[in-house]
């Protein structure tokens, strides 16, 4: 199965700050990743799919980008609704596979 | 409006079997892939199975193959898993959750709200 790897674990920040989250892959996985937010007691919600594409009413302030192995997802001006944690997801092969999540915390 | 509303989770004792419900609304669900996706209390997410738009295809993650079982019924738009010998190590919320775009990768751009299976004795 393909190992996802998620940096950081965890990360306190302040509203306004750029944050980048890393996920990288045990193999190369073409552009087969999407990234999800999940906030406490919901279910995921689909920010990015492809590597890079903006879901329909995903704020701007997110994107994604990266190829083959490492993928980064980076919100450039941390809003308070953006406090949660976030999963990649690889859809290369079976098994599908997610990251261990990153969650975002208020510093 | 899409919906996607789980049931029949619950306590189940280790060994046991349970069978989850998904009800789908709002799409062609005949068109489109379904998946379960689990998450133990305080962990991250873990796929667990698909079954494709015509039902006749599955696949599983190692830990609940021989298991778990994948179905659906397109003609009530429900989506099922049944779990036999579960283990507490099954504990989880299970979500279902629709494949985006038929013709892309197996991702997922609605999920349900959750059912949530506790094994314990």
């Known amino acids: 199965a393909i190992q996802l790897t998620q940096s950081p674990s965890s990360l306190s920040a302040s509203v306004g700050d750029r944050v980048t989250i890393t996920c990288r892959a045990s193999?190369?996985?073409?552009?087969?990743l999407a990234w999800y937010q999940q906030k406490p007691g919901k279910a995921p919600k689909l920010l990015i799919s492809?590597?890079?594409n903006l879901e329909s009413g995903v704020p701007s302030r997110f994107s994604g980008g990266g190829s083959g192995t490492d993928f980064t997802l980076t919100i450039s001006s941390l809003q308070p609704e953006d406090f949660a944690t976030y999963y990649c997801?690889?859809?290369?092969?079976?098994?599908?596979?997610f990251g261990g999540g990153t969650k975002v915390a208020i510093k | 409006e899409v919906q996607l509303l789980e049931s029949g989770g619950g306590l189940v004792q280790p060994g046991g079997s349970l069978r989850l419900s998904c009800a789908a609304s709002?799409?062609?669900?005949?068109?489109?892939?379904m998946n379960w996706v689990r998450q133990a209390p305080g962990k991250g997410l873990e796929w667990v199975s698909v079954?494709?738009?015509?039902?006749?295809?599955?696949y599983y993650t190692d830990s609940v193959k021989g298991r778990f079982t994948i179905s659906r019924d397109n003609s009530k738009n429900t989506v099922f898993l049944q779990m036999n010998s579960l283990s507490p190590e099954d504990t989880a919320v299970y979500y279902c959750?629709?494949?985006?775009?038929?013709?892309?990768?197996?991702?997922?751009?609605?999920w349900g709200q959750g059912a949530l299976v506790t094994v314990s004795s």
């Open positions: 959750a629709k494949k985006a775009i038929p013709a892309k990768g197996q991702y997922f751009d609605y």
């Open positions: 709002g799409f062609s669900f005949s068109n489109y892939g």
């Open positions: 079954v494709s738009r015509s039902g006749d295809t599955t």
């Open positions: 193999q190369g996985i073409s552009n087969a």
């Open positions: 492809e590597v890079s």
């Open positions: 997801q690889q859809f290369s092969n079976f098994p599908l596979t």
